[in-house]
């Protein structure tokens, strides 16, 4: 049974001039590794965003929920950013 499947696809020409410079300079051998390598990329960031939402987000909602008394107004948050702004400069 076949592993992969052909399939025909349209990209705007800065896309597919970058693309086929990746090809000619020798850093894939074929438009489709640089199309697999950039799928790759795009999988991995969503299971990045996947796991921050279930490991990070998802607590600290529930955490709020439980305990709403750990929020902070927004007048709060722009104090503390203001403050953190003015460190750095």
Avoid: C
Avoid at 3 to 19: F, G, H, K, Y
Avoid at 43 to 49: E, G
């Amino acid at each position: 049974m076949r592993t992969t499947q052909q399939m025909s696809i349209t990209l705007p020409n800065d896309m597919a001039d970058a693309v086929k410079a990746k090809v000619r300079s020798g850093e894939y051998a074929s438009e489709s590794e640089v199309i697999r390598d950039g799928l790759r990329a795009l999988m991995a960031r969503d299971r990045a965003v996947e796991n921050w939402l279930y490991n990070q987000v998802g607590p600290a909602y529930d955490a709020l929920k439980a305990d709403p008394s750990r929020a902070v107004s927004v007048d709060q948050v722009r104090a503390r950013l203001a403050a953190e702004h003015a460190k750095t400069r």
